[in-house]
């Protein structure tokens, strides 16, 4: 089954960037959707940002419209998520989805934490 691993959070001032990857080992990276999700303290986990297995289709949650971009190579089994102009309410655990497009194979990464400073 494919794993997803993410990397790249870290501490970020406001306004700054950052890319967060996701790479996928143990199967075959453009088979799955994928989806970056975030989770902060005492907050639901929330869709970010989504995209199709062959980058054809693309969803951004209104709150990071215009500064996360979501991207995938599929020959080099990553995907990403550019985040630019950050805000403090970035602040959260972000987690890598892969799955199929019915949802029946559905793999989470660990997360990786960004903390945007103000």
């Known amino acids: 089954q494919v794993q997803p691993e993410e990397s790249g959070g870290g501490l970020v001032q406001a306004g700054g960037s950052l890319r967060l990857s996701c790479a996928a080992s143990?199967?075959?990276?453009?088979?799955?959707?994928m989806g970056w999700y975030r989770q902060a303290p005492g907050k639901e986990r929330e869709l970010v940002a989504r995209m199709t297995r062959n980058g054809g289709s693309t969803y951004y949650a209104d709150s990071v419209k215009g500064r996360f971009t979501i991207s995938r190579d599929n020959a080099g089994n990553t995907g990403y998520l550019q985040m630019i102009n950050v805000k403090s309410e970035d602040t959260a655990t972000y987690y890598c989805n892969l799955h199929t497009a019915n949802w029946i194979r559905n793999y989470w990464g660990q997360g990786t934490q960004v903390t945007v400073s103000s």
């Open positions: 143990g199967g075959t990276f453009s088979n799955y959707d």
